[in-house]
């Protein structure tokens, strides 16, 4: 059974006549009437009755019809999937962002990757690193961007960029001033604390061994909460480079006595089979 026999077979089942379904279905009346002359000599006896006033279905026909009328319907939803498919319309890829890192690069890197396969559906999801970690192994990202160290047996590791942390304050605070900013002088300003911050414990231990406490004015996990306060001239607040905005109202010195820098990783589970999308997207991720 062929697909055009199906399909001139309801055409007539329609038009109860078979010029009118020669008609409406683009093709000359001898052709349609072979493929129903064929049809029939395939299921073993006759489909229509033909008469003065048109033709009607036999009880044979009238057997087929609802079946071949799924099989016509199933037709065009598998080409419709096959044409979704071929044409790649969707591919969804979830990404889970560490809540500490900063979404310039990783934003401009996400647009370069939709110019090239503008058929993705970005889906970026920012939480703390260990609800990522978890949502990674059971399949809900694709790849999660975090700082965080890892086990190797676990996660495939790919090294995105280094970058380094610097005080951010406001375009009128004394600080701006300074070319750099020593640990001595941070111990003497009010601080804006991001109690999730991985370089955090690294500088307070630093300042301790150095006889410097860092005073927090102000403590927030949202980075967006600390710029405002900073733009306000209420203290200084140490982020990645990433994460520092292009802002007219702020400015950003280093730190001196201290390399303070950090290590941003591109994580997928080993036991998850990792897509060609998801492969290409972290090589983006990775250039500068």
Avoid at 152 to 160: A, G, M
Avoid at 188 to 207: G, K, Q
Wanted: proline content about 5%; overall charge neutral; some cysteine.
């Amino acid at each position: 059974m062929e697909m055009n026999q199906v399909r001139y077979f309801l055409a007539v089942c329609e038009h109860r006549n078979f010029t009118h379904a020669a008609s409406a279905s683009n093709v000359s009346q001898p052709s349609l009437t072979a493929a129903i002359k064929k049809l029939e000599d395939e299921m073993g006896g006759p489909l229509f009755i033909r008469d003065r006033a048109g033709c009607r279905l036999t009880p044979l026909g009238k057997l087929l019809r609802p079946r071949l009328e799924r099989v016509q319907q199933e037709t065009r939803e598998a080409k419709a999937e096959a044409v979704r498919h071929a044409r790649l319309e969707r591919v969804p890829i979830s990404i889970g962002v560490g809540e500490t890192i900063g979404h310039n690069r990783i934003s401009a890197a996400v647009e370069r990757f939709r110019t090239r396969l503008p058929q993705a559906e970005i889906e970026l999801i920012v939480a703390a690193t260990d609800d990522l970690l978890t949502g990674l192994r059971e399949g809900d990202y694709d790849i999660v961007v975090t700082a965080r160290q890892v086990s190797p047996e676990l996660y495939r590791i790919d090294p995105l960029y280094r970058e380094e942390y610097r005080v951010v304050i406001a375009k009128d605070h004394p600080l701006c001033q300074l070319q750099a900013v020593t640990l001595e002088t941070l111990a003497n300003t009010n601080m804006l604390d991001r109690p999730n911050c991985e370089m955090r414990d690294t500088l307070h231990a630093t300042c301790s061994d150095l006889g410097h406490v860092l005073y927090a004015a102000y403590r927030s996990n949202r980075v967006d909460w600390l710029l405002e306060l900073a733009r306000q001239g209420s203290g200084a607040v140490i982020l990645p480079a990433t994460a520092i905005p292009a802002d007219p109202a702020l400015e950003s010195r280093p730190v001196e006595g201290i390399e303070i820098a950090r290590e941003v990783v591109a994580l997928r589970f080993r036991h998850q089979a990792s897509r060609p999308e998801a492969n290409q997207l972290v090589q983006e991720l990775s250039r500068s």
